[in-house]
């Protein structure tokens, strides 16, 4: 698989090897499709990832409410960040600068209101 140049979103590069996959879907706030041995496929939230060795697995909350499996590590062979970040732009400074924006409309709305009336 190509390694591609967005590295918020689309499979992982293979030279990165399944612990440092794994790690990035934990970490990405949206939905991952794992592809597995046996040519299945499984998307979804990657919330946990757990044990060492033969026992370490990964949790993975299903679509549309459907519960979560665990997957164990030998099963999987690559990992992509395939669903929208769910998190993206919404960076403390984005709402930050949303709020800010908010608050001067806001009291340009007051003033012009309150020259209306003659208050100001």
Do not use: C
Request: no cysteine.
């Amino acid at each position: 698989m190509e390694e591609n140049p967005n590295p918020s979103e689309g499979a992982f590069p293979p030279s990165g090897g399944l612990a440092e996959q794994i790690e990035r879907a934990f970490h990405y706030r949206g939905d991952v499709t794992l592809r597995l041995a046996g040519e299945r496929s499984l998307s979804g939230y990657l919330f946990n990832r757990s044990g060492d060795g033969e026992d370490a697995s990964v949790q993975v909350m299903l679509p549309d409410g459907q519960g979560s499996v665990s997957i164990p590590y030998r099963e999987i062979q690559e990992i992509a960040l395939s669903g929208a970040d769910a998190a993206d732009g919404k960076s403390f400074e984005a709402w930050k600068a949303k709020k800010n924006g908010e608050q001067k409309k806001e009291a340009e709305q007051i003033a012009t209101e309150m020259l209306r009336q003659g208050l100001l």
